[in-house]
C-alpha cells in the first residue's frame, strides 16, 4: 500500500517594526492566510530598527514591540508570534530571518508578507536572490497606495530576474498607520479600533508613547 503524502505546511511570515502593531498589520495578516489557505502566520517584530534610526523619536526597544504584539496576537490559533529577530545581534535582514525560518522548517512552504509597494523596492534589498529563492511572496494590494501597472510590470521584471514567485493579497483600504497611533496616544486621544482592546489598555496604563 503506497504511503499517504503529508502535506506540506504552509507558513506565512509577516515582519515590521510594530510600533505599535495595529489592526491593520492583522487584517493583511489574516487576508493572507484565508486567501492562501496558510496553516498558520508568524508575526515578527524587527530587532534593530536601523533603517527608522533617523526618527525624531527612537523607535520602542525590541523586547517591548515584541510585548505589544503577543498582545496584540492574543489567543488566536493561526498566529504566533517569533522573536528571531528581537534576538539576533546588530542589523537584522529579510533573506537571514527567512532562511533561518527555513532551516527550521525545512518541509514547510514559506509565504513572506509584504506590502504591494514594497514589491518595487525589492531588487534594492540585501540578497534578494536569497529571499526569492526560500519563498513565495505574497504582496497585500491596496489601490490606493500602488499603481496596478507598475506592480505587474516590476512582478514581471522580478520573476524574470530572480524566478520570483508573487501573488497578490486583496486587502481592504483601511488608513491606519503606527505612526498615527503614536500621534494619538501622545496627545491622548482615542485609539479605540485602531489595535486590539488588551493592547490598548497596555498603551493607556504604561503611556508608552506620552
Known sequence: M????????????????????HIGHLIIAEQAR?????????????GHSYFKDNRSKKVQPAQVRLEMTKI??????????????????GNTYSFETLEE?????PESELFFIVGADTICSMRTWR?????????????????????PEEFKKETEALERD?????YPVSIPNIG?????????????????YLVPDALESYIIETGIYK
Do not use: W
Open 101 to 105: 525560518l527555513k532551516t527550521q522548517n
Open 72 to 89: 496584540a496576537a492574543g489567543s488566536y490559533k493561526p498566529f504566533e508570534v517569533s522573536d528571531i529577530e528581537v534576538n539576533r545581534p
Open 127 to 147: 540578497e534578494p536572490q536569497r529571499i526569492f529563492d526560500v519563498c513565495t511572496v505574497l504582496a497585500a494590494m491596496r489601490e490606493d497606495q500602488v499603481d
Open 176 to 192: 491606519i498607520s503606527s505612526t498615527q497611533i503614536r500621534e494619538r496616544a501622545a496627545f491622548g486621544k482615542s485609539v479605540h
Open 162 to 166: 530572480f524566478g520570483a514567485r508573487i
Open 2 to 21: 503506497r504511503e499517504q503524502k503529508i502535506k506540506a505546511e504552509r507558513i506565512g511570515i509577516l515582519g515590521g517594526t510594530f510600533d505599535p502593531i
Open 34 to 46: 484565508d486567501q492562501y489557505q496558510l496553516d498558520r502566520v508568524l508575526l515578527i517584530p524587527s
